[in-house]
């Protein structure tokens, strides 16, 4: 049984930092690319950052550029977010997702995490 467990969020003061985790189990990690997304009430699940089987790494937003990074462990079969200097408008419920490619659209993901609240305060 596949599943994708997150982990790592909480409530930070803006300008924190905080490291998300995203352990994996029920499949081959290797295979897989990784994203983490976003979604904020009200609006539209985001993608924030992939890294996909040959650890290609892209961060999407222009707005957490500079601020977050998305690396793996496979040894660990873990995906990471790092989040820097937190901002206010980055609170949102964080997913992590697995698909046999990389892309930013989450209809394309096979699995999901339940996702870790992330809330930054001003």
């Known amino acids: 049984q596949v599943q994708l467990v997150e982990s790592g969020g909480g409530l930070v003061q803006a300008g924190g930092s905080l490291r998300l985790s995203c352990a994996a189990s029920?499949?081959?990690?290797?295979?897989?690319?990784m994203g983490w997304f976003r979604q904020a009430p009200g609006k539209e699940r985001e993608c924030v950052a992939t890294?996909?089987?040959?650890?290609?790494?892209?961060v999407f937003p222009d707005s957490v550029k500079g601020r977050f990074t998305i690396s793996r462990d496979t040894a660990k079969n873990t995906v990471y977010l790092q989040m820097n200097n937190l901002k206010p408008e980055d609170t949102a419920v964080y997913y992590c997702?697995?698909?046999?490619?990389?892309?930013?659209?989450?209809?394309?993901?096979?699995?999901w995490g339940q996702g870790t609240q992330v809330t930054v305060s001003s």
């Open positions: 997702a697995a698909a046999t490619v990389a892309w930013t659209n989450a209809n394309a993901y096979n699995y």
């Open positions: 029920g499949l081959t990690f290797s295979s897989y690319a």
């Open positions: 890294v996909n089987q040959n650890d290609d790494r892209i």
